[in-house]
C-alpha cells in the first residue's frame, strides 16, 4: 500500500540554523511529491512539487527539497530558519487511480524555532 | 492567496445532526478534492469531484456526500454526525490538466 513517513514527530532549530525534514514514501511507480505548510489553524500552503526532471526542486520561502528514488526520500531543506518558518510541515505524495490525482500526506513534522 | 474560500469557518453541531460545508474555488479549477484533517494528523483523502461527478473515494462511509456545481464551488455533506467527525475539513482544487492541489483555509468541525 502507499504510504508516507515523515520519521521526525518534532524538530526544534535555533534562528539561522539550518534545516531538514525528512520524507520516505512507499509507491510502485514514480511519484509526484510535495510539501505542503501549515500554520495553526489554516489551511495548507504549497512550499514546492516534483513531478519529473531535476531532482532538487526549488520552491517558495527559500526552501528545496531533494528527489533520492533509491531511498525513497524526498527531504526537505533550507539553509537558514526564520522565526517565521515556525509551522506544521507535510509531506504528501499524489496517487493516480483512473481519473482520481488524491494526495497521501504524513503524519507531519512540527518546526520550532528558538530565537 | 490560493483562490479557494471556505464556508464556515468554524461550525459546531450535535451527535446525530447534519452538516453542510461549503468550499468555491477559482475558474478553471474542474476538480475539487475533500480531506479530513483530525487534530494531530495529516489529512485524510474523502472524495474527488470532477466536472460535477464523484472520480474517487477514500474510506469514508457513505454518510459523507458531496456536490459539486459548474460554477466551480462544491459541498461536502456528512449526515448522523459521530462523535470522531470532529476535525478540520479542508477543500482542495486542481487547475485543468495539472495535479496540483490547492487547498483552501478549512473547516473546523465539532461534534458533541
Known amino acids: 500500500a502507499q504510504s508516507v513517513t515523515q520519521p521526525d514527530i518534532h524538530i526544534t532549530v535555533s534562528e539561522g540554523a539550518s534545516l531538514e525534514l525528512r520524507c520516505n514514501y512507499s509507491y510502485g511507480a514514480t511519484p509526484y511529491l510535495f510539501w505542503y505548510v501549515q500554520s495553526p489553524g489554516q489551511g495548507l500552503q504549497l512550499l514546492l512539487k516534483y513531478f519529473s526532471g531535476d531532482t532538487l526542486v526549488q520552491g517558495i520561502k527559500g526552501f528545496e527539497a531533494e528527489f533520492k528514488r533509491s531511498q525513497s526520500s524526498f527531504n526537505l531543506r533550507k539553509p537558514s530558519v526564520h522565526w517565521s518558518d515556525a509551522a506544521e510541515y507535510f509531506c504528501?505524495?499524489?496517487?493516480?487511480?483512473?481519473?482520481?490525482?488524491?494526495?497521501?500526506f504524513g503524519q507531519g513534522t512540527t518546526l520550532q524555532v528558538k530565537p | 492567496e490560493t483562490g479557494v474560500t471556505q464556508s464556515p469557518t468554524h461550525l459546531i453541531k450535535t451527535r446525530g445532526q447534519q452538516v453542510t460545508l461549503r468550499c468555491s474555488s477559482q475558474?478553471?479549477?474542474?476538480?475539487v478534492s475533500w480531506y479530513q484533517q483530525a487534530l494531530g494528523q495529516g489529512p485524510q483523502f474523502i472524495f474527488q469531484y470532477y466536472r460535477e461527478e464523484e472520480n474517487g473515494r477514500g474510506n469514508f462511509p457513505p454518510r459523507f456526500s458531496g456536490l459539486q456545481f459548474p460554477n466551480y464551488s462544491s459541498e461536502l455533506n456528512v449526515n448522523a454526525l459521530e462523535l470522531d467527525d470532529s476535525a478540520l475539513y479542508l477543500c482542495?482544487?486542481?487547475?485543468?490538466?495539472?495535479?496540483?492541489?490547492?487547498f483552501g483555509p478549512g473547516t473546523r468541525l465539532t461534534v458533541l
Open positions: 504528501a505524495v499524489g496517487l493516480h487511480s483512473g481519473n482520481t490525482g488524491k494526495l497521501i
Open positions: 475558474s478553471g479549477h474542474n476538480t
Open positions: 482542495a482544487s486542481s487547475p485543468e490538466g495539472t495535479d496540483t492541489q490547492y
